[in-house]
């Protein structure tokens, strides 16, 4: 496992982490390393997310069955008016 040292943090960032470690009973190497996890992507996570935008668009470009058609929202609220 790599070691990362960070050096000239400003006060109040550095602050803030000692406050938001202290709230989540962690320490600050903890803390950085959550924020890390939580805020940058790995290889494999963007990788995955790739994988469901491609599906998405499968999903979006999917047609509807032929011979089956869907009413357009104008036709919806006059139906629902109607009721």
């Known amino acids: 496992m790599a070691t990362l040292y960070v050096e000239n943090i400003p006060d109040d960032l550095y602050e803030a982490l000692r406050s938001r470690a202290k709230a989540r009973r962690r320490s600050i190497a903890a803390e950085v ?3 890390l996890e939580e805020n940058i992507p790995t290889a494999q996570e963007l990788k995955a ?3 469901w935008v491609l599906k998405l668009d499968q999903l979006r470009n999917q047609q509807t069955a032929p011979g089956r058609s869907f009413p357009s929202a104008e036709e919806m609220i006059r ?3 109607e009721r």
């Open 33 to 35: 390393l959550a924020l």
């Open 49 to 51: 997310r790739h994988e």
């Open 79 to 81: 139906e629902d008016r």
